[in-house]
């Protein structure tokens, strides 16, 4: 199983198994043309077109990380492929949730993470900090949409 990792412009990744892809401006008119075509216009399956004509069936996995992964080039953010059994430094981790490295060691200590040891350094797996984030982005908008209600409430917030 792999993982689509996603980066702002400004947002770092560097030092994880593989460099992030930007797309440069040159390539953003391709990459339109690119996520247009994969809009499903009809029922079916989406075919890929090798160098020598010939025709494959792209299979539902890869599919959903093209549609992604040409969204966010386009927007102008970086993306990576990682398998999610990648190990992370601390500093890999931190970068990823945007924390600071003791932040994120104190995360991984008091057992919101689960991480093991190479040597006497600590390393997690890709896996387990994405289910740390998509539990932790839950609940901030569990608690965003308490807050919403409760100004809605008391008169302070209107749609």
Do not use: C
């Not at 216009?41 to 992964?69: D, F, T």
């Not at 003791?102 to 387990?128: C, D, N, S, W």
């Amino acid at each position: 199983m792999y993982a689509v990792v996603v980066k702002d412009w400004k947002g770092s990744s560097r030092g994880l198994s593989r460099e992030p892809i930007i797309a440069p401006q040159r390539e953003r008119r391709a990459l339109e043309r690119i996520g247009q075509a994969l809009v499903p216009r009809k029922r079916g399956a989406a075919r890929l077109r090798g160098p020598r004509g010939e025709e494959m069936i792209i299979p539902q996995s890869l599919y959903a990380v093209l549609v992604q992964a040409v969204k966010d080039l386009m927007s102008g953010r970086a993306v990576s492929i990682l398998p999610v059994t990648a190990e992370l430094t601390t500093q890999q981790a931190a970068g990823l949730l945007n924390v600071s490295r003791p932040f994120m060691v104190k995360l991984l200590e008091q057992g919101a993470i689960p991480f093991h040891k190479a040597g006497t350094h600590r390393r997690v797996y890709l896996k387990h900090l994405l289910a740390y984030k998509r539990k932790r982005d839950q609940a901030a908008q569990k608690a965003l949409g308490r807050l919403v209600a409760e100004a809605q409430e008391l008169g302070i917030y209107d749609e």
